[in-house]
Structures are given as C-alpha cells and as structure tokens.
C-alpha cells in the first residue's frame, strides 16, 4: 500500500507566500512523478505543477500550469519521496483545495497513480 500525505495549506493574504508538503510513503519501488492539482467548488480539479523524477533521484522537468508560472515552483526529493510546491505572490483565485498526486512503481508492476488527501489554501484579499 501507498500512503500520500500533504501539508503546510493555510490562510495567507494576497502577496504572500506559502510552501506545500507531498510525502509518499509505504511499498513503494520507485515514483516516476508528481504533481500538485487543485480544486475548488463546482470545478475540475486542475493542473498546478508537475515534476517528473531524474534517474539521480532528484527533481527532473517540471510543468505549470499558465496561470502559476513565474509564481510557483515544485521541487521533488527524490530520496524521501518528497514533493513541494514553493507558492510566492498568491492571489485570492488561488484558492482552493490543494492535492498531491504521486506515479509510484509497486515492485514491478505499471505504475499507478496515488491521491493525497487534500490540504486547503486560502488567500484573502
């Protein structure tokens, strides 16, 4: 069994700055990516960022979303399976429900994909 948790959601006023946590744990044989998405109400849940693995196990190429670009960036350590999303400048529209998403290798096997819980980050104006 794969365990994905975040953290480090919260209330921050617009400008600010907040710092999510992803960490995979469990039977886990390798994680090929992760990545963040959020949701709120009445909406898809979306792409924010994501970052594929390097063969050194550090963070490879990572994707945003256009709307996080120059805002946000995530970083992986590969050697606690960990995954953050550095969020600068935040905006009263990046509120929402923040969830990690992991592609983790049980033994052998195809990967599959993990979800988090989900970690609220609110931005008032």
């Known amino acids: 069994q794969v365990q994905v948790v975040e953290s480090g959601g919260g209330l921050v006023q617009a400008g600010g700055s907040l710092r999510l946590s992803c960490a995979a744990s469990g039977s886990i044989f390798r994680i090929n990516a992760m990545g963040w998405y959020r949701q709120t109400p009445g909406k898809q849940r979306e792409l924010v960022a994501s970052?594929?693995?390097?063969?050194?196990?550090?963070?490879?190429?990572?994707n945003y979303a256009d709307s996080v670009k120059g805002r946000f960036t995530i970083s992986r350590d590969g050697a606690e399976n960990t995954a953050y999303l550095q969020m600068n400048m935040l905006k009263p529209e990046d509120t929402a429900v923040y969830y990690c998403?992991?592609?983790?290798?049980?033994?052998?096997?195809?990967?599959?994909?993990?979800w988090g819980q989900g970690t609220q980050v609110t931005v008032s104006s």
């Open positions: 998403r992991a592609q983790v290798q049980v033994g052998l096997t195809p990967p599959s994909d993990y």
């Open positions: 970052i594929t693995s390097s063969g050194l196990g550090v963070g490879g190429s990572a």
